[in-house]
């Protein structure tokens, strides 16, 4: 079953969110219009809605998070659900107890949504294509292959500044072997209509073949950022390497950073964009976080705007009906 296949019902409507590689653009975009009726529920005095009332959504984590993992639990929280926080590294899979036995055991206690992230590539769709009738999963993020709801963040933050996609021109920059944010936000440009995408990294962490997701890849940091409009920096996902990829991250700083230099050239209007943790003196310098043309604190911000709609969309449809 292809991805997009699984993660949708006979009706086209979202049963799990996966990845967004092959959802439609009518999906994404409805996604993103469900998340900007969310928006002003942070700054409201009671910053809830009931549409999960009598839901329950467990948050089960295989790796460390702080943003990813708060904004979820922030999300289900302002939607009224029942919210279980399950530590993967006290739970019985540290005991020898297999994934499936875990989901069906968390199943037998009547939960409504699974949010799960794991190391491994596939690890969310292994769970969805074993879930129980009325059961979703909400990847946030596996391995080097998906980060759904990161994608989904990052574009409703860059709509507010560039409405129309079409004439866009982005570069992602950084650690792409390892990054999933980049091949979630790779789908999820094209598909909204973004046609000119560079990805701008060393050759030891490009991707072989990248070329077929239909983006431009570029080894030198200058000529790849030449003329954008959008610079979507990575973290260097230094926990996932393997081997000597790189001579030391003040040379990536030198080669690959955002400095203030390169910030300049790129003139007032070019965007900034971070899925955070930052590594400063790494990805970027100094205080380039805080600039004008940053998003990176408007990003962290509709994260959670975004992950209410997705949870309203999949286990609210009823009620937002």
């Known amino acids: 079953m292809t991805p ?49 009332r009598g839901r329950t959504v467990l948050n089960l984590f295989f790796e460390a998070s702080t943003r990813t993992r708060t904004t979820f639990e922030l999300a289900a929280k302002r939607l009224s659900a029942d919210v279980l926080n399950i530590d993967a590294q006290t739970s019985s899979t540290s005991k020898g107890e297999t994934l499936f036995d875990m989901q069906r055991t968390l199943e037998a206690m009547q939960v409504d949504m699974f949010v799960i ?99 431009t890849p570029f080894t030198d940091m200058d000529r790849g950022l030449d003329g954008v409009d959008v610079v979507m920096l990575l973290r260097l996902q230094r926990e996932r390497m393997r081997g000597t990829l790189l001579a030391s991250p003040g040379e990536f700083h030198r080669a690959y950073g955002l400095t203030e230099e390169r910030l300049r050239a790129l003139g007032p209007d070019a965007l900034i964009m971070h899925p955070g943790p930052i590594n400063r003196g790494v990805e970027l310098s100094g205080d380039i976080a805080y600039a004008p043309q940053s998003l990176i604190l408007q990003q962290v911000e509709h994260g959670i705007a975004i992950r209410m709609a997705v949870m309203a969309m999949i286990i609210g449809r009823g009620e937002t009906e």
């Open 4 to 52: 997009a296949a699984l993660q949708l019902d006979d009706r086209g409507r979202l049963r799990h969110l996966l990845t967004t590689e092959g959802l439609p653009a009518a999906l994404l975009t409805e996604i993103l219009d469900t998340a900007a009726q969310f928006v002003p529920v942070a700054g409201a005095p009671v910053k809830k809605v009931p549409l999960l």
């Open 117 to 215: 992230r794991h190391g491994s590539s596939g690890a969310a769709h292994f769970f969805a294509r074993h879930a129980a009738p009325g059961v979703s999963i909400l990847n946030a993020g596996d391995g080097r292959h998906a980060h759904p709801t990161q994608a989904l963040l990052d574009m409703y933050t860059l709509r507010l500044h560039r409405p129309d996609f079409s004439g866009l021109r982005v570069a992602i920059v950084g650690d792409l072997l390892h990054s999933r944010v980049a091949r979630s936000d790779i789908h999820a440009l094209r598909t909204l209509g973004c046609r000119d995408i560079r990805v701008i990294a060393p050759r030891t962490l490009m991707p072989a073949g990248i070329e077929e997701l239909g983006v």
